[in-house]
């Protein structure tokens, strides 16, 4: 088995080198990790939960050469590319610049609302989220399913796997040459 959504600390919300991660993964008797850290997005789209656009070399470069130093197990460099009006041509550019081995599609947005922040949880108590999502959720429903309203897990600790909104903490991998 693989996991397949896994965060670096460049997201603003998780803790631990990638090597700490694949560590626990051996110890889980996983095969292997895929990383997807949040993709940069415009400096105005909420900056402090992704990847600036000026990290995403240093991520890429990092993730290959923790990939050369795991042959053991697979290492995959992905991103979880959001989905929100105005940024498709930006985040279509960015999913383009690089041969991704996985992108994980994501909606974290509904206008303002943080549907997966667990501060505005409350929410779900009032909203509709297809009335909420409009045109969005109208596309979804007719391909490949429903959209879920359930925020999926992430690995954003390697050691307490699933806690995520973690303040961002001083962290850094070897600088690269």
């Known amino acids: 088995m693989v996991d397949s959504h896994v965060h670096t600390p460049l997201c603003g919300h998780?803790?631990?080198?990638?090597?700490?991660?694949?560590?626990q993964a051996r110890k889980m008797g996983l095969r292997g990790l895929v990383f997807t850290d949040h993709s940069p997005m415009p400096s105005w789209y909420d900056p402090g939960?992704?990847?600036?656009?000026?990290?995403?070399?240093?991520?890429l470069l990092?993730?290959?050469?923790?990939?050369?130093?795991n042959p053991d197990l697979?290492?995959?460099?992905?991103?979880e590319a959001d989905y929100h009006p105005g940024t498709e041509a930006f985040v279509a550019q960015v999913v383009r610049s690089?041969?991704?081995?996985?992108?994980?599609?994501?909606?974290?947005?509904?206008?303002?609302?943080?549907?997966?922040?667990?501060?505005?949880?409350?929410?779900?108590?009032?909203?509709d989220l297809v009335?909420?999502?409009g045109p969005t959720s109208r596309r979804w429903n007719g391909r490949r399913?429903?959209?879920s309203s359930t925020p999926s897990p992430t690995w954003?600790?390697?050691?307490?796997?699933?806690?995520?909104?973690?303040?961002?903490?001083?962290?850094?991998?070897?600088s690269p040459p």
Not at 14 to 23: D, M, Q, T
Not at 115 to 123: F, G, M, T, V
């Open 14 to 23: 998780a803790e631990g080198s990638p090597e700490e991660y694949l560590f």
């Open 49 to 59: 939960s992704r990847m600036r656009l000026g990290e995403l070399p240093f991520y």
């Open 62 to 69: 990092a993730l290959e050469r923790v990939r050369e130093r």
């Open 74 to 79: 697979y290492v995959g460099i992905g991103l």
């Open 98 to 127: 690089y041969p991704f081995d996985y992108v994980l599609g994501s909606v974290h947005y509904l206008g303002a609302w943080p549907l997966d922040h667990p501060d505005h949880q409350e929410e779900y108590a009032w909203r």
């Open 131 to 133: 009335e909420s999502t």
């Open 145 to 147: 399913g429903a959209a």
């Open 156 to 174: 954003t600790s390697p050691r307490s796997l699933g806690t995520a909104y973690r303040k961002r903490p001083f962290w850094s991998w070897p």
